[in-house]
């Protein structure tokens, strides 16, 4: 927390205005405050499972996190737009809040990225799946399944999401 106060300060220098270096360090200093408040929150909890004001600080701590999660990997997309690993996790982030649409567009941004492509096809075939639009899911999870040529921990998900698509279909 004090490592993220001097950063702050650091960035208010007119030499340090522009830095993208301290810009990213002030934002994952950020998430690791709030994750350690998420952390000190389970701790809580676990001591006393019954408390519901431990439970509510739990659960204000996380979406405080997710929040600003969203928040900053939005930002640094509008800042990079080309950067397709940032668009793959600001898509990971935003299927995680329930914003499937939202996923999907940056899923499809992310496969020209060869680095995120089979993973970011499988997400997209997942964000397509939660919104009940099969038959484009299941082309998904076919292309990434063709693509990968050893059975690896992706290509067993991608199998096991296929079938879930095909039950989905009837």
Do not use: W
Request: charged share 30%; net charge neutral; glycine share 6%.
């Amino acid at each position: 927390a004090s490592a993220l106060e001097y950063v702050k300060k650091a960035r208010t220098l007119p030499s340090a205005s522009g830095d993208s270096t301290l810009e990213k360090l002030q934002s994952d200093l950020m998430i690791g405050v709030l994750e350690k408040r998420v952390k000190d929150a389970h701790s809580i909890v676990a001591a006393a499972p019954d408390d519901q004001g431990a439970k509510d600080l739990l659960a204000a701590a996380k979406a405080e996190l997710i929040k600003v999660r969203l928040e900053d990997a939005k930002a640094y997309v509008e800042r990079y737009p080309n950067d397709y690993a940032a668009r793959f996790n600001l898509a990971n982030l935003l299927y995680d809040t329930g914003d499937h649409q939202g996923a999907i567009a940056n899923f499809q941004q992310a496969q020209k990225s060869p680095k995120v492509r089979l993973s970011a096809l499988a997400g997209m075939g997942k964000a397509l799946k939660a919104r009940k639009m099969f038959d484009l899911a299941v082309q998904q999870f076919q292309t990434a399944k063709a693509e990968i040529p050893t059975m690896d921990e992706l290509k067993k998900d991608i199998i096991y999401q296929l079938a879930e698509c095909y039950e989905g279909m009837g």
